[in-house]
């Protein structure tokens, strides 16, 4: 069966049986995968880990240096958000916001990428390394087709060892995100289409596109009270359908509490649509029994055999499943 048939979900569920029967795998590993990081124990704390891959021309082109965006400002601009999309998964679970680690392995196509790409490619990393208080402990280097980056990030739960999962939503919880939603997803598409809009709206939304927000910091907060967490990073309604499979509960979200921002709104006459299928804007979206007024609430927790419903203007609206991401499609 071809991949794209069988689904990433699907994949991903397969690849997790293999795992879970192996019984000494299940008293060392605490959370396995299937989660934005898998945590483990060691000799005294718990360790969460994470790993991500960057591909030209799935993720990014190198082609964007031709019109919207000088070829140094996008190798920096790789570098930073490579690590950023690492670090947001750490931020999910609890993870403590220093010190973390990293390895970073890079594929290279030395026809088309010269020293001065990766030069500027390092000065994104360092950059971010110094807001973010992040160690590059080393990687691997090698020659491919397209190039390619894949992280490694680790880093450790606080002093009270709390993990913030997927699967602790209980009904009665609100649902909260830390952030306005589809701004990147708009920044993409400017990219990707050439879409013409004015320049400070092109620049925002781009922008939140190559330096997505990263919200270790508000996490240490949030994780005190959290029943479950994640970072919004195929969009609002994957990322909804995640927590309540994996907690085992429905939702009910009103779109008209969605924050979109004005940039997004100019640019865009269905900014929800951004916001539910867009992806990748590294917001956290979390549930809590107690009220957290610093974020905006989207809706709440209800119990599995509701179902997962939307709602804007008072009326249920359908999802529109062929927009959900999903990688092999």
């Avoid at 289409?193 to 939140?208: S, V």
């Avoid at 609002?236 to 004005?262: E, F, H, Q, Y």
């Avoid at 640019?267 to 979206?285: C, K, M, R, T, V």
């Avoid at 610093?294 to 599995?304: F, L, P």
Wanted: charged share 25%; aromatic share 10%.
């Amino acid at each position: 069966m071809k991949l794209k048939n069988y689904g990433e979900y699907n994949l991903i569920n397969k690849i997790l049986g293999w795992l879970s029967a192996d019984s000494l795998y299940k008293k060392r590993v605490i959370v396995a995968p299937g989660d934005d990081a898998a945590v483990i124990n060691s000799p005294d704390k718990q360790l969460v880990f994470t790993t991500d891959l960057l591909f030209e021309d799935v993720h990014f082109c190198l082609s964007w240096a031709d019109s919207l965006i000088s070829r140094p400002a996008l190798f920096e601009a790789l570098g930073y958000k490579s690590l950023a999309i690492n670090l947001s998964d750490l931020s999910s679970m609890g993870c403590k916001s220093e010190p973390i680690y990293c390895l970073i392995g890079v594929g290279l196509p030395d026809s088309r990428v010269e020293i001065e790409d990766i030069n500027s490619f390092y000065k994104g990393l360092k950059k971010f390394c110094k807001k973010y208080k992040v160690f590059i402990l080393g990687g691997d280097t090698n020659s491919s087709d397209k190039l390619t980056i894949a992280i490694t990030m680790f880093g450790a739960t606080g002093t009270n060892g709390k993990i913030i999962r997927r699967s602790g939503a209980k009904p009665g919880d609100k649902i909260y995100v830390t952030g306005p939603l589809g701004d990147s997803a708009g920044g993409l598409d400017i990219l990707l289409k050439g879409k013409k809009t004015d320049k400070k709206t092109a620049d925002y939304l781009i922008k939140k596109h190559l330096y997505p927000p990263v919200r270790i910091n508000e996490a240490q907060t949030i994780a005190k009270y959290a029943t479950s967490m994640i970072d919004c990073s195929d969009g609002l309604a994957n990322s909804i359908g995640l927590i309540c499979a994996m907690s085992k509960t429905g939702a009910k979200i009103n779109l008209d509490t969605i924050p979109v921002s004005s940039p997004l709104k100019r640019y865009s006459g269905s900014p929800i649509d951004f916001a539910l299928y867009g992806g990748e804007d590294y917001e956290l979206i979390f549930t809590s029994k107690k009220s957290m007024p610093k974020y905006r609430c989207i809706g709440t927790v209800e119990n599995k055999n509701s179902g997962i419903k939307y709602y804007q203007n008072g009326k249920e609206i359908q999802i529109k499943k062929e927009k959900l991401y999903q990688h092999f499609k």
